[in-house]
């Protein structure tokens, strides 16, 4: 190629290059001209400031027809002392016998064993490696309230004498099987085998004969040992006995057994019971803890225990609705939440602690009998409609934290600044409420602070 032809092809290629250079370039204004001023909007991320908590407890915590009976008792060198006892009613399941002619005991029945079956779940509080014993009772009173609480009297429902009684240590795995023995069992058993009066013809003539038992840690057990969780779909006692061909019982004619279920969730088994659970703080940071929130102290941590322990409540200031309305400056005239985190920091975030904390924390306008929830947290659509709510709220180990978007909540305060709810409760997410689960949180006094991450879309 001569000269001249280079110098036209080099000009070629620094045309197209050039041309090329012009294409990647982006013109920002494009459009701009088209969006009326009133649609105009801001995205932004701040940071809020200004919650107050303060430590509270209920006297509401339903406790009746829960799956599991809980029994025993637990001190903890922070949240103290957790004490349980239960009362609960039992029926005839069904009965096994070589005659199927109707008759549950035949003639002249005779006792020969009575025995308790239960199966301890695998959660439990405290140290299992202290034995406990636990006296049974008789109830002499119905079980027959529609709702009971976890302050229940037992005491107002027990029989003045145990019936027999039973040691647990350790976490059994396998079935336990607890023979009762006694004067009083047999005693007890005749009682079961006596059918006058038509006790087992229905379930209301059964329990106007047989009311319940009631489960009692005795005082002589450390108090310092273990809460258990029982099932009580599992839970049965077995009435062994022989009957006779003839009122002089000298030919055996069979071998009965009889099974009566403590289970209360179904339409068949639906006995009534009820756990009495007992939160002792002397001698820790919450001994004296009240009811009287606008006189108590704002708290330096919060506290959340499940089993109807202690909650925190949380407050949101004039200093945090000030700084939130702030937000709105000119020309914006109004405020669409997108997301707002209020981020709970855990007090001593480890390994341990993180296995006892609540895998989850609900953020509930009131924290008793029904537990509603704050609109960002329902959980009853989320657990209908399988669902996962933008609320999280779920424990973050790697961050030691747990982040609950409250943009719902937080909305109507913006929409609403003079009406709407400016507290809450902070609790286990619902389905932890009845487990074994404690954490300790920073809160707006706390290094670094309780606060909402608030990302937000400014409109004019």
């Known amino acids: 190629m001569n000269r001249r032809g280079r110098l036209r092809a080099g000009a070629a290629a620094l045309l197209f290059l050039s041309a090329l250079a012009s294409c990647t370039e982006v013109d920002n204004r494009l459009g701009e001209s088209l969006i009326p001023d009133d649609q105009q909007m801001k995205i932004k991320v701040d940071t809020v400031y200004g919650i107050d908590t303060y430590l509270a407890k209920t006297d509401s915590f339903p406790s009746e027809r829960l799956s599991y009976m809980y029994l025993g008792s637990a001190v903890d060198p922070v949240f103290g002392r957790t ?31 009575l025995v308790l079956l239960f199966t301890l779940d695998s959660s439990y509080l405290g140290d299992t490696t202290k034995t406990q014993k636990f006296n049974v009772y008789e109830l002499v009173n119905d079980l027959d309230d529609s709702v009971y609480y976890s302050n229940f009297d037992q005491s107002t429902v027990l029989g003045d004498q145990p019936l027999f009684d039973f040691e647990l240590t350790g976490v059994p795995t396998s079935q336990r099987r607890v023979r009762l023995e006694g004067p009083a069992v047999a005693e007890f058993a005749r009682k079961l085998m006596d059918t006058t009066g038509g ?43 022989h009957n006779y061909i003839d009122e002089s019982a000298t030919t055996r004619r069979d071998t009965v057994s009889v099974y009566y279920s403590f289970a209360n969730g179904s339409t068949i088994y639906n ?16 001994e004296h803890i009240n009811d009287t929130l606008s006189g108590s102290p704002v708290a330096q941590l919060g506290y959340v225990q499940s089993l109807g322990g202690v909650s925190t409540y949380v407050r949101f200031t004039d200093r945090f609705v000030d700084e939130l309305l702030a937000k709105v400056e000119e020309p914006y005239n109004s405020m669409v939440i997108n997301r707002a985190d209020l981020v709970w920091e855990i007090d001593d975030p480890t390994a341990g602690i993180f296995d006892r904390a609540p895998q989850r924390l609900g953020s509930y306008a009131g924290y008793s009998v029904s537990f509603p929830g704050i609109p960002d947290y329902n959980y009853l659509y989320e657990s209908s409609a399988s669902i996962t709510l933008q609320y999280g709220g779920n424990l973050n180990r790697t961050h030691g934290n747990y982040a609950t978007d409250i943009s719902s909540f937080l909305q109507k305060l913006v929409n609403s600044p003079s009406e709407a709810p400016r507290t809450m409760m902070l609790g286990p997410a619902y389905d932890e409420l009845y487990d074994f689960k404690q954490v300790v949180l920073k809160t707006g006094v706390s290094d670094p602070p309780l606060r909402v991450i608030l990302t937000y879309t400014l409109i004019k």
Do not use: W
Not at 207 to 213: A, E, I, L, P, S
Not at 271 to 286: G, L, P, Q, W
């Open 199 to 241: 006790a087992y013809t229905s379930d209301s003539l059964f329990y106007d004969r047989f009311k319940g038992f009631g489960f009692v840690p005795d005082p002589s057990s450390p108090e310092d040992a273990c809460v258990y969780r029982i099932g009580y779909s599992s839970m049965e006692m077995m009435l062994y006995l």
């Open 271 to 286: 006995n009534n019971s009820v756990s009495t659970i007992r939160h002792d703080y002397t001698e820790t940071s919450m």
């Open 83 to 113: 004490a349980a006892s239960a009362s609960s009613q039992y029926v005839l399941s069904y009965y096994s016998s070589s005659y199927d002619d109707g008759d549950i005991f035949g003639t002249a029945p005779v006792f020969d064993s």
